[in-house]
Every structure is written in structure tokens, then in C-alpha cells.
């Protein structure tokens, strides 16, 4: 007898298309490289436009659907495509009414409702999911989708829940009281237990509305603390903080997150969350011995006839509200207990857990000669460690309510304590120096890296992208051809002796097989839970308080190398020193390569901020690398309309050929001057020169004096011999993204602008707004993060602040200026033409308005960053003609001084 298995027929029409990888692998190429250089919304969107266009959606097979997308309506694309997980090439589509695995091009940027993800990371929107089940098809995780959509909503009326809950112990008892014997409360009992309500309500909304606290993204720890990194956060946190999953940031002195306030319980919320409890047990107490008095004489009169009592809905509220009451006093005095208890020791709850962690690490080490094996197989040797932030029971209490003042701690009204307070904890120095809190778990441990075996040392040859897809596509070949051969052919082969029963079979289809596939993975997935997998006596993780346990906990270490270079930055940067070190690299990669970082303080790079920073400006550089700024200045001189008679200044004038332009409207012989101000004396020189040899009108005209535009003052501008309300109009090109960088010049500069000129006199100006550059900038910063310099440093050194159209509106009113309009355009801009040298083009921009980044670094380096920075930005801007654009973002506006 023969063994007969028949193929489906519908596998070359299945089958994977290789133009489609093809396309996809080339669009993502091209999407990382446009993505990774743009920062803002905005650059994000033109980059995956820009990525995705050579991407044919026509020619891809919609699987499931027997069509192509060119024989799709858009709203069924839509439909189809809504459950992208990504938002580039390459997405993954959920299995509502088509292929689970289905991969498509990108049909642009495609949103999700997060609250609609079910446990096998099927994602779709309401209108996919509702269409679903009014067409009755079926999905593996349809319920437990309903399922999280209602958890999700029970979540958003927690905070209501509660509020009716306190409205109807509080506020129905009390029209309660008034049918029901004794009678009505006495003014005595009415004021006591209204005040406590309020007292409640007060602490309550407090304890909801007041913020949790942000770390400084300043702060560094001191020398001798211990250094705690969030992968999340990229930065710092204090002892006692953790990173809140719900809050998404790192809170100080994190208790846990409550979802009866919606809020974190930390160091500035816990005073106001313990007064809450305090004042509920205290309401509820006071209300269950009202209730308790009425149903007391409802016992005495139990024999009376009924129509002498309560009516039976009056006997039923009563009823009600003493369960409700009861049941809610006694978890609250529970949780109430477990408060006041953890304020005495001055241990949050995450503490607490960390605690009984450690001490069942203790009691399995004992029996073990005091070793424990780690889930990588090593012994590690655990020694008791003391909490060390029990440090009295009066300063316990001190410490966790903010405040030694006893009065304090129960009025509703008392102060927030502030976050500074919560960056550093007195400790009772139980415990010998280095041991930190919490103690290190050894199921946490990372497995050691080991040694690559004899047979994986050969060298492999290393294949191209273009080898590796023509021997993908040579496989793929073969496969279709095999399939499309055995579509409708039967194979046949002899039946062996062990399956002389066999009967005929059918082979799986694809769909079949990737289901089967991926409820195994789901299965095993789900039979291994990532993160900390011990759980305290009352079966709580510490996912369970609100931490994020993929970043938290065991935080101390971390396997990214760029995470460890940047802490010794911060640590370097933190000592106020300025230092060349040479240290041999611990790089894995390159374990005898030697590696020379440059530290560079904070205090030493403000000194190349804008006040003491050397002139770098050089009106012959600026006119090779920069000279289309001014000529692409036509828009905003329409704006600023010159008449033949206005007093203009021209903020940040540069070397004169914008001034010089508007000085040719004005008319001396009417009053009409123009003055121009520049902090770079080399600059004011360069329009000096060129205001001499225009025309004697011009010349005439047009003033050039050398001043620090970032004050405006009076005493700031007297040696200039401006006068207040002298000026018609203010101008200003390509200079407040300079001028605006020191956050001083933020506060004061347009308030003071606004006191030279005239009532109704205009300020127009045009400056690089938010996103501007994105690309060039962003690559500047990490050539100095990679070269070893502090993130501060690098902050420091950037000599941009790029506002957005918000900002600039919300800081010219505040001014006192009317804002008649702020806008913003995307102008990819040409750059100046190669030339063969370094003043030009691409490089030349980036050393000319990057110097204040090159001084950053040391000298012998500054090279090295311009080719970079170049290098890593060639790609994004130069073109298929070899002119090389930048994508700049300008920002204009038109604001007047308002009539006295």
C-alpha cells in the first residue's frame, strides 16, 4: 500500500513575494536613516513619507482577502491595516478578518487604542473590533479583549467610585437621620461630622490632584551615594525611587501607586494619603456610631407594631449604610494599620517587600552554608543587611509626614513637602559603606558572558546585503517553483514498515501552522513571566505597587556600556573637574584597545556659554558656509514693510546685508535711521567696511555698534545712546535662537525690547523654530556624548534654543506684547557649493555654527567631530545632484507694542 499526501492548492497562491521583501527591506533601510535624524513630530512624518514613497502598495497581495490593494477602497485599507503595531514598512496586521501575518508596506502613520491589546498582541481600533463582531467572525482573543476594554474602563471610574461612595455614607445618612429615631443630628453632631467630611474631602482631593514629583533631570547623586540608573528615565534616581509604569517616570520615595486616587503615594503625596485614611476611619467611626445608636432603638422597639417604625425603604437605607459602612471601616482601619505602621518605621510598602525578599534569601541561604545559587548557576554569598533608613521613631514620623511639627501632620491645609527633600535619606549606619539598599537578588544577576567554543571561532565569511538577498530570493525561487509544480500532483512514495496503519493525511496550511506555531509560543510565553518572579506571602510582586519591574529593582548595574561611560561622566562632571584621562577600554569588543575620554565639568562649559565665549564669528566663513541667510530673508522684510520715516534696530545685525538692505527705504532727510547691534566685534567690523563703501545715503543711514543683544535695559544700552520708545519697529533675522539660548535672556528680553519702542511701533523678527536642523543638531550632541562629554556639558554647549509657535505667543504676551501672528515654516534649505576646502558646504556649516559645540572637546579632537557629524548626516542631506539641504524650520512673527 501507498502513503498519499495531498498539498493544498492555495500554497504558491500563499506564498511570501519577493518584490514585497525586496521593497520592504529597502524602505527600512531608508527609514531608519531618515527616522533616526529627525527628533520632531513633524520630521518624523516627512521622514517615513519620504521612506516609504518608492514602495508600491499596488503590487502587494492582501492575504486573506484575495486582492490587491489597488482593488481595496481606502477604508478597507484602513480597516485592514488599523492594528498596526509599528508605524513604519513592515507592519504586522491582527488576524480580525485577515492574515495574522500578513506584511505590508506602511499606509502611513496608523494609530491603535493601547486599551484594546489582548493577551496574544492582537491589536485593533473599535471600528475593526465592532465590525468584527457585527459580521460574527471569530477571534482567539475576542473575550479576553472585552475583557480589558471593561478593566480598562473600570480603571477611568475609580476616583467617581469613590466620591459616591463617600456622598452616600456622608451626605444620605444624614437625610437618613432626620426620619429615623432619635431624630434629626444636633448642631453639636452636624458640625462634628460635616467637619470631618470636609477634613476628608479636602485630604482626598489633595492627595489625587497633587503631584507626585519629578526628578531634576539636573541632579546627580553625591560621591559617596549610590549610583541607581533608570534605562527609562536615561537618567539618575535618588535612593527610594522607582520607576512608576503608570506615571511613567521616576518617583521619590515611592510607597506604591493607588488606584483609588489614580496617583502615586511618594514622598511629596504621603502626608496628604495618610491624613486621608486618618480622616475616613475617624468619619466612618463617627458615622457607625450614629447608625449604630439608631438601630439600637429600632431593637428596643422591635415588638411595637411596624407602622410606629421606619417605612420599609427608610429600613432598608439603614440597613444598607450600616454593611456599607462596616465593611468599609474595617479595610480601611487595616490599611490604615499598615500606613501608620510603615510611617513608624519609616518603610514604604515597596520596602516592606524588598524586606521579606530578603530575608527568604536569608532563610535559603542558611540552609545552604549561607550560598544561593542564581539563575546563572553561580554561587553568590548573601550577608545580612539592616534597613537602613530606620532612624527613630520620631524622626520616622518626621521624615515621612515632612514636617516635625505635630500640628502639622493632621491639618488638611499643611504644606506639600518639596521634592529637594526627597533626593537624599538619612540613614542609621547599620550597615558597613558600599552596602546598598536593597540588597542584590541573585535570581536578578545577569549570566556571565562566556567564551565563544573552538567551532564558533572560524572565520565565516561575511556576506553583503545585496549577496544575502539574492540568495533569498534564488531560495524563494525555488520554493514557488516546487509548490506551483505540486499544486494539483500527487505525491506518492512507498509506505514503510512502521506505518503499515498510517491512513491518508492532509498537510497543514500555512494559516494552520503559524496558528499552532504561535499559541505554543503563547503558551510558552505565558508559563514564564519576565522580571521578579518571588512573591511575598500575600502573593504581591512588586509589579503589583506600580513599579515597572523591567527597569527597576536591581538597578544598580547595567549591562550597556554607554550607560556606564555616561555615569563616570555625570560622576566627573558632578566633582567640578576638568581632566584628560587615558584608561584602558573595558570594551568587550576591543578588550586591549585604549580609549581616551574627555571630561569636561559643568562650570567649565558654562564659561564657553555666550558671555565668555571667544569670538568665533568670521564675516568671510559665514559668507562661504552661510551667505543664503540672508538673501532667503524676503518674507520677513515684507512683514516688517519700512517706511522712509521709521527708527528701526536690527537685533543681532551680523555683518550688515540685511541692515544695509532696509537702510535703502529709509530716508534721512525725514528721520528714517536704522541701527544695528552685534555681540562679535569681528562682525560689526564687516558691516562697518560694507556700510562705508555703499552709497552715501546708505551710509548715512545705517549705524553698527558691538552689544550683547540677550539684555535690552536701559543701563545695558546706554553706552549705545538708545532711549526708551526711540524706535518705530525692531527687527531681527536668524539671531534669537542664539540670542535666547541663556534662560535669562528668556525672562527679560521682550520685556525690555518693548520699553524701546513707541507705542504701536512693531517687532518682527524671524528665528529657527522647533525642529530646526534636527538632523545636524542632534548629531552634534551625540559626536560629544561619544567623545565622553557630560550631558550637562553638552547642554551647556548648545548654543540653540529652537522655539515652538506655543512658546513664542505665550512669552510675547507675557511681555506685553499684542501678538498679531506666529508661524512656522518646513524650508529645506541649499547649502553653499563645495569647494574643494573646509569653508564650505556641509562641513563648513558645521564649523561655523557648530563652534561653540568644538569647544567642548579637546583640540586635537575638534576634527574628528566635524567629519562625524558630517559623516553621520551625509546620508540625510545630500542629494542625487550632490547639493547637500538642511532641513530648516523658520519662525516668524509680527507683534506690536500696544496705544497708551
Known amino acids: 500500500m501507498e502513503h498519499v499526501f495531498r498539498p493544498r492548492a492555495n500554497h504558491a497562491a500563499n506564498a511570501p513575494c519577493c518584490d514585497e521583501v525586496v521593497a520592504k527591506r529597502r524602505a527600512q533601510e531608508e527609514l531608519d536613516a531618515a527616522a533616526a535624524a529627525a527628533t520632531g513630530e513633524q520630521d518624523k512624518a516627512r521622514a517615513l513619507t519620504a521612506a516609504a514613497a518608492p514602495v508600491g502598495i499596488g503590487a502587494v497581495a492582501w492575504e486573506g482577502c484575495g486582492k490587491d490593494a489597488s482593488q481595496v477602497d481606502a477604508r478597507e485599507q484602513a480597516t485592514m491595516a ?152 536615561e537618567a539618575y534616581k535618588p535612593p527610594r525611587a522607582h520607576h512608576c509604569k503608570e506615571c511613567a517616570r521616576c518617583i521619590t520615595r515611592m510607597d506604591h501607586h493607588c488606584p483609588w486616587t489614580v496617583n502615586c503615594v511618594s514622598h511629596r503625596t504621603f502626608p496628604h494619603f495618610i491624613r486621608f485614611l486618618f480622616y475616613c476611619v475617624i468619619a466612618l467611626s463617627y458615622c457607625e456610631s450614629l447608625v449604630w445608636t439608631r438601630l439600637a432603638v429600632l431593637w428596643e422597639k422591635r415588638h411595637w407594631p411596624a407602622y410606629h417604625g421606619p417605612t420599609h425603604f427608610e429600613l432598608i437605607h439603614l440597613f444598607l449604610l450600616f454593611i456599607v459602612n462596616s465593611l468599609t471601616l474595617f479595610a480601611l482601619v487595616l490599611l490604615l494599620g499598615r500606613t501608620v505602621w510603615g510611617l513608624g518605621a519609616n518603610m514604604t510598602t515597596i520596602e516592606g517587600w524588598e524586606v521579606e525578599r530578603h530575608q527568604s534569601l536569608l532563610r535559603r541561604a542558611r540552609a545552604k552554608g549561607g550560598f544561593v545559587t542564581g539563575v546563572s548557576g553561580l554561587q553568590v554569598r548573601l550577608e545580612r543587611v539592616e534597613f537602613p533608613y530606620d532612624i527613630g521613631i520620631w ?90 509544480s505540486s499544486a494539483n500532483t500527487t505525491i506518492r512514495r512507498r509506505r514503510t514498515s512502521f506505518d503499515s496503519n498510517a491512513r491518508v493525511v492532509e498537510l497543514p496550511s500555512d494559516d494552520e501552522a503559524e496558528s499552532e506555531h504561535e499559541n505554543t509560543s503563547t503558551k510558552a510565553a505565558s508559563a514564564f513571566t519576565p522580571g521578579v518572579l518571588w512573591r511575598n506571602a500575600e502573593g504581591e510582586q512588586l509589579k503589583d505597587f506600580g513599579v515597572d519591574e523591567t527597569v527597576d529593582y536591581y538597578d544598580t548595574k547595567d549591562d550597556d556600556a554607554a550607560v556606564c561611560i555616561i555615569a563616570v561622566r555625570h560622576r566627573h562632571s558632578a566633582s567640578g573637574e576638568c581632566l584628560t584621562h587615558t584608561s584602558r577600554s573595558a570594551d568587550p569588543f576591543f578588550p586591549n584597545s585604549e580609549r581616551t575620554i574627555y571630561y569636561c565639568s559643568l562650570t567649565s562649559r558654562m564659561a564657553t556659554s555666550t558671555t565668555a565665549a571667544p569670538d568665533n564669528w568670521s564675516s568671510e566663513a559665514y559668507s562661504a558656509a552661510a551667505s543664503f541667510v540672508p538673501a532667503l530673508a524676503t518674507k520677513v522684510q515684507q512683514y516688517l514693510a519700512p517706511q522712509p520715516t521709521d527708527r528701526i534696530l536690527d537685533i543681532g545685525c551680523g555683518d550688515g546685508p540685511l541692515t544695509l538692505a532696509l537702510a535703502a527705504h529709509l530716508d534721512p532727510a525725514r528721520g528714517g535711521a536704522i541701527l544695528g547691534l552685534d555681540a562679535s566685534p569681528t562682525m560689526i567690523a564687516a558691516a562697518q567696511r560694507a556700510a562705508s563703501t555703499a552709497p552715501a545715503a546708505h551710509h548715512s543711514v545705517a549705524t553698527f555698534h558691538v552689544h550683547d543683544c540677550r539684555s535690552l535695559a536701559p543701563a545695558a544700552v546706554a553706552h549705545v545712546g538708545l532711549a526708551p520708545a526711540s524706535f518705530d519697529a525692531l527687527f531681527s533675522n536668524a539671531a534669537l535662537h542664539w540670542i535666547l539660548r541663556d534662560a535669562g535672556a528668556r525672562e527679560g528680553l521682550f520685556r525690555e525690547a518693548l520699553q524701546l519702542v513707541r507705542p504701536g511701533g512693531r517687532f518682527v523678527f524671524e528665528m529657527g523654530g522647533a525642529g530646526n536642523v534636527a538632523e545636524t543638531h542632534a548629531a552634534l550632541r551625540m559626536a560629544l556624548a561619544y567623545r565622553g562629554v557630560a550631558w550637562e556639558a553638552v547642554d551647556a554647549a548648545d548654543p540653540w534654543y529652537f522655539a515652538s509657535e506655543r512658546w513664542m505667543r505665550g512669552a510675547l504676551e507675557a511681555a506685553g506684547w499684542r501678538v498679531e501672528l506666529v508661524e512656522s515654516e518646513y524650508r529645506p534649505t541649499k547649502l553653499t557649493d563645495k569647494n574643494g576646502g573646509g569653508g564650505s558646504g556641509l562641513e563648513g556649516w558645521v564649523r561655523l555654527m557648530g563652534a561653540q559645540f568644538l569647544q567642548a572637546v579637546a583640540e586635537g579632537e575638534r576634527e574628528g567631530v566635524v567629519r562625524d557629524v558630517c559623516e553621520a548626516v551625509k546620508r540625510c542631506v545630500e542629494r542625487e545632484d550632490g547639493t547637500e539641504w538642511l532641513g530648516y524650520v523658520r519662525l516668524r512673527g509680527i507683534a506690536r507694542r500696544p496705544e497708551a
Open 82 to 233: 488599523v492594528g498596526t503595531t509599528r508605524e513604519f514598512v513592515g507592519s504586522t496586521v491582527p488576524s480580525c478578518g485577515v492574515n495574522q501575518k500578513t506584511r505590508i508596506p506602511s499606509l502611513g502613520r496608523v494609530s491603535w487604542r493601547p486599551s484594546l491589546q489582548c493577551m496574544c498582541h492582537c491589536r485593533t481600533s473599535e471600528l475593526a473590533f465592532s465590525k468584527m463582531l457585527s459580521r460574527r467572525r471569530k477571534c482567539r482573543c475576542s473575550w479576553r479583549k472585552v475583557v480589558v476594554i471593561v478593566m480598562v474602563r473600570l480603571e477611568q471610574l475609580y476616583v467617581p467610585g469613590v466620591l459616591l461612595l463617600i456622598s452616600f455614607l456622608s451626605f444620605s445618612s444624614q437625610l437618613l437621620f432626620v426620619y429615623v429615631e432619635p431624630g434629626p443630628l444636633t448642631t453639636r453632631q452636624y458640625i462634628v461630622f460635616n467637619s470631618l467630611i470636609a477634613c476628608l474631602l479636602i485630604c482626598y482631593a489633595r492627595a489625587c490632584l497633587t503631584d507626585p514629583g519629578k526628578i531634576p533631570t539636573q541632579w546627580i547623586p553625591a560621591a559617596h551615594d549610590q549610583k541607581r540608573w533608570c534605562r527609562k528615565c
Open 395 to 484: 524622626k520616622n514620623i518626621a521624615c515621612g509626614m515632612g514636617s516635625g511639627n505635630p500640628f502639622s501632620w493632621f491639618w488638611p491645609f499643611a504644606a506639600t513637602p518639596t521634592i529637594v527633600k526627597g533626593l537624599a535619606h538619612e540613614t542609621n549606619d547599620f550597615n558597613d559603606e558600599g552596602v546598598s539598599w536593597p540588597p542584590p537578588d541573585p535570581d536578578r544577576v545577569p549570566m556571565p558572558k562566556r567564551e565563544p567554543m573552538e567551532y564558533q571561532k572560524e572565520n565565516v565569511p561575511d556576506f553583503s546585503a545585496r549577496d544575502e538577498l539574492a540568495a533569498f530570493k534564488a531560495r524563494q525561487a525555488q520554493d514557488i517553483r516546487r509548490w506551483e
